[in-house]
T-cell receptor, first 115, second 115 residues
Framework: DADVTQTPRNRITKTGKRIMLECSQT?????MYWYRQDPGLGLRLIYY???????NKGEISDGYSVSRQAQAKFSLSLESAIPNQTALYFC????FGQGAVDTQYFGPGTRLTVL | AQTVTQSQPEMSVQEAETVTLSCTYD???????LFWYKQPPSRQMILVIR??????QNATENRFSVNFQKAAKSFSLKISDSQLGDAAMYFC????????????FGGGTRLMVKP
């Protein structure tokens, strides 16, 4: 089974709709992240969480919100979707343990299209 | 803020040959991590190799190796004995320890492998 899963894998929605993307991990990592990838570009950080009570805005948080329901679950919400939020969304986890490199491991991505 | 630049939008290599992908970054930090991620058509982000800035020795992972030049702020990826399965987008990424362990990605290089 995959260590980091995302649901749904693909979603088409309409402008103004509320959308939730979910991420679950079995790696036991404390840190979780949401990224967005636009065509031909690298990933940009939306939100990140270092534990259940710690949530931080990333580079492009406007129009998004998150919820860390448990160590293993981190959800991204678009309260009122707009077409320029059409993108590929990635969840990632990392474990900055003592002496470890803080390497992020990514889920398979969710392709979101807002019409 | 850190920036990561990949100056080669596309590269091609003959199967079994060697190719080098370039990456430069801008930072005022002395301690950080650098990564190369591969994104095949399946869109999964796959860790290829990582480098700690405090280590002078270049990282290697099987056919993949890096040339890390800290003073020049350069972090190139060399792929030896290229295989058809190496065809993908390759992203260079910088991890700032001082900025919440956020990853900053370059724009990517598309690698094509010719049989």
């Amino acid at each position: 089974d995959a260590d980091v899963t995302q649901t749904p894998r693909n979603r088409i929605t309409k402008t103004g709709k509320r959308i939730m993307l979910e991420c679950s991990q079995t790696k036991g990592h404390d840190r979780m992240y949401w990224y967005r990838q636009d065509p031909g570009l690298g990933l940009r950080l939306i939100y990140y969480s270092f534990d259940v009570k710690d949530i931080n805005k990333g580079e492009i948080s406007d129009g998004y919100s998150v919820s860390r329901q448990a160590q293993a679950k981190f959800s991204l919400s678009l309260e009122s979707a707009i077409p320029n939020q059409t993108a590929l969304y990635f969840c990632a986890t990392s474990d900055f343990g003592q002496g470890a490199v803080d390497t992020q491991y990514f889920g398979p991505g969710t392709r979101l299209t807002v019409l | 803020a850190q920036t990561v630049t990949q100056s080669q939008p596309e590269m091609s290599v003959q199967e079994a040959e060697t190719v080098t992908l370039s990456c430069t970054y801008d930072t005022s930090e002395s301690d950080y991590y650098l990564f190369w991620y591969k994104q095949p058509p399946s869109r999964q982000m796959i860790l290829v190799i990582r480098q700690e800035a405090y280590k002078q020795q270049n990282a290697t992972e099987n056919r993949f190796s890096v040339n890390f030049q800290k003073a020049a702020k350069s972090f190139s990826l060399k792929i030896s004995d290229s295989q058809l399965g190496d065809a993908a987008m390759y992203f260079c990424a910088y991890l700032s320890i001082n900025a919440g362990n956020m990853l900053t990605f370059g724009g990517g290089t598309r690698l094509m492998v010719k049989p």
